[in-house]
């Protein structure tokens, strides 16, 4: 595999990543705790018939309670005592005069006096209720500290708070510290599983298709026993890490093959240019030629001598020999009218509606893409249009969440 590599910015890289970790109210509780995962009851100010203070509140929980609830599942909350985790081990149990402390992330929720918990490894119904909260002002967006105590051990209280929840949530651990929601409503959290599982799908197959490791490059085919390679998507692909999820052990980092002084320009009139703007009445047809590889002296493709292997140029002149184009006519037109109706793939439709409906959200993304982007049969079109179909994905679940 040939990769450039730029020895200044991975250390300069690695020195921001280590400041940002120090920084993190998150790296400063892992080092000395733990998350303790709990189904969390956070007080649902909207939803909740009384004013601050419980004075005239006759039961917290019940049919007489005036309090709603959002649940959590997943909730981490960090320093628990062991002794807590260790219940389902010890017939004693606990009894009702336990108290303990524990830590949530800014980040996630503020607690509420009279919030609740329960930890689901714990075989008894254990109702822990929160008493007090401190916030840690060293670090600003850095966590509160909580105080809580036991306050039931009891299956059928357990049913009447659920009762009186309202919405239920997840937490997803690994947006911590991203700019996506780490909690997400249940509806919302299922659709985006199955969204997450159909991007994976898509990525698989198409890096089991194209994917050359000898080039660290994705090569589409163009005839017998030829290949094209398109550093502009290269480009693309990077720019948005649609093949390096994070926390992902073997991330696909493209090497962009060659340099050119004209590339940010090219970019501009690309046809991934024209994806991250979503401006259909820019849509052209955006013919293409092709020339050797091994032409570009940078390249592994003339080291390792790649003579089936050619580059993908976009046509910047009217008087240049074109060998293809990337979009029909037929499919320009359908983004310039906005027309999903006509004759074409669900792929296709996708493209169209993300081009032009902001409101474009998960249930438009169709749950059979994968076996549909497999019927294009290994040729160019799924080479070009499946990293595009990836970036739709990708944009539609960081915009539910």
């Known amino acids: 595999m040939s990769i450039r590599i730029d020895e200044q910015k991975m250390i300069d890289d690695a020195v921001f990543a280590h400041e940002q970790r120090l920084k993190s109210p998150m790296s400063r509780i892992l080092a000395n705790q733990t998350p303790t995962y709990t189904n969390y009851y956070h007080i649902n100010i909207d939803e909740t018939t009384i004013d601050s203070g419980y004075k005239d509140v006759v039961s917290i929980i019940g049919n007489q309670s005036p309090i709603s609830y959002n649940k959590i599942k997943k909730f981490p909350i960090y320093g628990i005592d062991p002794i807590v985790l260790q219940l389902s081990n010890d017939d004693q149990g606990l009894d009702t005069t336990y108290e303990g402390e524990g830590v949530v992330l800014a980040t996630t929720v503020k607690p509420l006096q009279n919030d609740f918990f329960m930890i689901p490894v714990l075989n008894d ?92 490059s994705f090569l589409g085919p163009i005839g017998s026993n030829m290949y094209v390679y398109d550093v502009l998507q290269s480009e693309f692909i990077n720019k948005h890490n649609l093949f390096s999820k ?124 994968n076996d549909e982007l497999l019927s294009l049969n290994n040729n160019l079109e799924l080479f070009i249009y499946t990293p595009i179909i990836l970036y739709i994905i990708k944009y539609v679940i960081n915009k539910a969440v």
């Open 125 to 216: 119904d254990y109702i822990f209720r929160v008493t007090g909260i401190d916030y840690d002002t060293v670090i600003s967006d850095s966590f509160y500290k909580i105080r809580f105590n036991l306050e039931y051990i009891d299956s059928t209280k357990v049913v009447e708070l659920d009762k009186q929840v309202v919405r239920n949530f997840t937490y997803k651990q690994e947006n911590y510290g991203t700019e996506n929601n780490s909690i997400i409503e249940d509806a919302v959290y299922e659709s985006i599983s199955e969204l997450e599982s159909l991007y994976d799908d898509i990525a698989s197959t198409y890096t089991s298709m194209f994917y050359s490791e000898r080039h660290n």
């Open 246 to 369: 994070k926390n992902e052990l073997h991330p696909i980092i493209l090497t962009i093959q060659y340099t050119d002084s004209m590339r940010r320009i090219k970019y501009e009139r690309s046809i991934y240019r024209l994806i991250e703007r979503r401006r259909p009445d820019l849509t052209y047809a955006y013919p293409y030629t092709y020339y050797p590889a091994i032409t570009e002296r940078e390249t592994s493709f003339h080291r390792w001598n790649d003579k089936n292997v050619y580059i993908l140029e976009n046509i910047q002149s009217n008087n240049q020999h074109s060998e293809g184009q990337l979009l029909s006519d037929d499919f320009v037109k359908y983004i310039k009218n906005n027309d999903t109706k006509s004759p074409i793939h669900n792929w296709g439709k996708l493209i169209v509606k993300y081009m032009n409906d902001d409101n474009i959200s998960v249930d438009d993304i169709p749950r059979d893409l």
